[in-house]
């Protein structure tokens, strides 16, 4: 499997999930084992009216959806592996207008876990957050084939 | 309305509409609050625009992650003298079932204040109070 097959098999998964979308979640780089999406910036996710700084919630929902989505740069065969746990440092508040990126590995593949880190950041300036997560691996056949086909691009 | 005043208008009334719709994060997944006596409910409404898992189909876990972690910040205005909004230090979130497309719940306990950090415990739950969907736990700076 090349970057292109993993960009693409990403961006398609992403599209499937409606938070992605209304975050405008996109791909900015995949390769084997290693993931970075753009969150942009956007007043409709600010949690602090005063600063205009987006809320944490949407950092966790942008590392979330990196830690779970390197999962597919990192195997072959497309799984869908639910978040055990999840814990989010906040080092400093993002930056108002200004879009943030998240970059997630997998650090370790075992038959029924694969743990995460993530990092969360503007580009070409300091770290916003760094998350670790824990995600159970449930095998391909938990999903339906129509889904992993339309995931892994054998739906044409 | 400013901040102060609406927080204020909060305490006294317990209608938590205004606070609301002064934060654009809770008015995008849609949060709402209810007071019953001191203790408070968060609620988070079913809607297809939070949903992340398309075959169950279930919440994203993110979306039942930034409830709980606005709830918890939201439960420690309430409780605080403060008139601004906590920053948050880390949070660490535990799944433990599906979040179904329904209405989810939320609930907050201050386990322990100093006079810097508050730790905040926040379990969520759908069916029953008794079969929470995650928990997690958060610090908080309080100081300015």
């Keep these: 499997m090349n970057d292109e097959i993993r960009m693409n098999r990403v961006t398609r998964f992403i599209e499937t999930l409606n938070q992605a979308k209304e975050l405008g979640l996109s791909v900015a780089e995949a390769t084997k084992g290693s993931l970075t999406l753009c969150l942009p910036y956007s007043s409709r996710i600010i949690g602090n009216p005063d600063t205009g700084v987006i809320h944490g919630g949407a950092i966790t929902t942008l590392m979330d959806t990196t830690s779970g989505s390197v999962i597919l740069c990192a195997l072959d065969e497309f799984e869908l592996c639910p978040t055990l746990d999840l814990r989010v440092d906040y080092m400093r508040p993002a930056e108002p207008h200004k879009p943030v990126y998240a970059r997630a590995e997998t650090y370790k593949i075992t038959r029924n876990i694969i743990f995460t880190r993530c990092e969360a950041f503007h580009k070409g300036g300091e770290t916003i957050a760094n998350c670790v997560g824990t995600f159970m691996r449930i095998g391909p056949d938990a999903l339906p084939r129509a889904y992993r086909d339309l995931i892994s691009g054998d739906a044409e | ?144």
């Design chain 2, 1 to 144: 309305m400013t901040e102060p005043e609406i927080l204020r208008y909060t305490r006294e009334t317990g209608d938590f509409s205004r606070m609301l719709q002064s934060i654009p994060y809770a008015a995008f997944i849609g949060l709402e609050c209810d007071q019953f006596g001191d203790d408070l409910i968060f609620r988070l409404p079913k809607k297809e625009q939070n949903l992340g898992n398309p075959i169950l189909p279930a919440i994203h876990g993110g979306v039942i992650g930034g409830f709980m972690e606005m709830s918890a910040a939201l439960y420690l205005m309430m409780s605080q003298e403060s008139m601004r909004m906590p920053r948050i230090v880390d949070f660490s979130l535990d799944y433990l079932r599906a979040g179904l497309n329904r209405e989810t719940y939320a609930e907050c306990q201050l386990t322990r204040q100093g006079n810097r950090v508050a730790n905040v415990m926040i379990s969520a739950w759908q069916k029953s109070r008794s079969q929470p969907i995650a928990t997690a736990r958060a610090h908080f700076l309080l100081e300015d």
